[in-house]
């Protein structure tokens, strides 16, 4: 069994390793469930299918990119997705989890805007499977809970980053809500979606 490196738990003590598995499995629950692979999604130019496809590529890219790779090398290296959006999510998402596991958390990786630690990359791929878990269960009418740990890890991770989030063009305004609504529906609202149950005013 291998020992998960000290340093990816971070100063809250919060162990990114063990939440990027459970953010896998979260998406892994409801990518099983899916009937309905052409409906819209939360993202509003993705199908269900775009959806998985995007979430797919960004597995896709972590093995590559944690081995040193520069981002040219490991496009190069990539072979393309295959139809079977469910086989290829497990291919990948196993190799990601292989290669997180193995990799230093100070490790330089080499991204679209710049080198950073292995760490922060981390964060932002556990951030982003959470949140695109949300949406595949809200286009398919699944379960919308996600894990109350990872909720909590993310929001801590992304809410002090909300300038930079909303000036960065990938997201939506974010969504006003009470002070006191749900830290899960806190931290969809500040990607710009609605957490809102359908049929909202």
Not at 22 to 40: H, K
Not at 133 to 161: I, K, M, Y
Request: aromatic residues 8%; hydrophobic residues 40%; proline residues 7%.
């Amino acid at each position: 069994m291998k020992q998960v490196p000290r340093a990816y738990a971070g100063s809250m003590a919060i162990d990114w390793l063990r939440l990027q598995r459970t953010a896998r499995a979260g998406f892994d629950d409801r990518l099983a469930r899916i009937d309905d692979w052409s409906a819209p999604t939360p993202d509003t130019e993705w199908t269900v299918a775009d959806l998985v496809r995007h979430v797919v590529d960004e597995q896709r890219w972590v093995a590559p990119l944690l081995s040193g790779r520069t981002l040219d090398e490991a496009e190069a290296s990539l072979a393309p997705i295959g139809d079977d959006l469910r086989s290829e999510w497990s291919r990948y998402a196993e190799q990601a989890t292989e290669a997180w596991t193995v990799t230093p958390p100070n490790t330089e990786v080499h991204l679209s805007y710049g080198a950073v630690p292995c760490i922060a990359y981390l964060r932002q791929q556990v951030g982003d499977t959470a949140v695109h878990t949300w949406d595949l269960a809200r286009a398919t009418g699944d379960d919308e809970r996600l894990d109350p740990d990872l909720v909590d890890a993310v929001w801590a991770d992304l809410e002090p980053q909300r300038d930079l989030l909303a000036a960065s063009g990938l997201f939506a305004d974010p969504i006003a809500l009470p002070y006191d609504a749900p830290v899960q529906d806190r931290l969809i609202a500040l990607t710009g979606r609605d957490p809102r149950p359908r049929g909202r005013s």
